[in-house]
Nanobody, 121 residues
């Protein structure tokens, strides 16, 4: 089975930095897009950043210029470098990946269990 495991969350002061990592493991033939979403209390889950297998990226307006997404295709891992963090960045961050488990299959969405990021003012 496929698993996504996030790491790197925690508590940081405003203006600080954190780096999130997410590794996909299991039966994987190929991975298309990977990304990070977040969900704050009382709010809907929202896209933070995404990256295609070819390296094209997209960001939410609220994080442009502060967050950087990258991936290591050899390690099936996606990263999110978060700089200049603000209290409004506080949320549970979820890793997402579109994974094909065998070459003849279509891509399926997989999610990690989430990692808490808390930014204090």
């Amino acid at each position: 089975q496929v698993q996504l495991v996030e790491s790197g969350g925690g508590l940081v002061q405003a203006g600080g930095s954190l780096r999130l990592s997410c590794a996909a493991s299991g039966r994987i033939a190929s991975i298309d897009a990977m990304g990070w979403y977040r969900q704050a209390p009382g709010k809907q889950r929202e896209l933070v950043a995404a990256i295609t297998s070819g390296g094209s990226t997209a960001y939410a307006d609220s994080v442009k210029g502060r967050f950087t997404i990258s991936r290591d295709n050899a390690k099936n891992t996606v990263y999110l470098q978060m700089n200049s963090l603000k209290p409004e960045d506080t949320a549970v961050y979820y890793c997402h990946a579109e994974i094909r488990v065998w070459l003849g299959a279509g891509f399926t969405d997989y999610w990690g269990p989430g990692t808490q990021v808390t930014v204090s003012s």
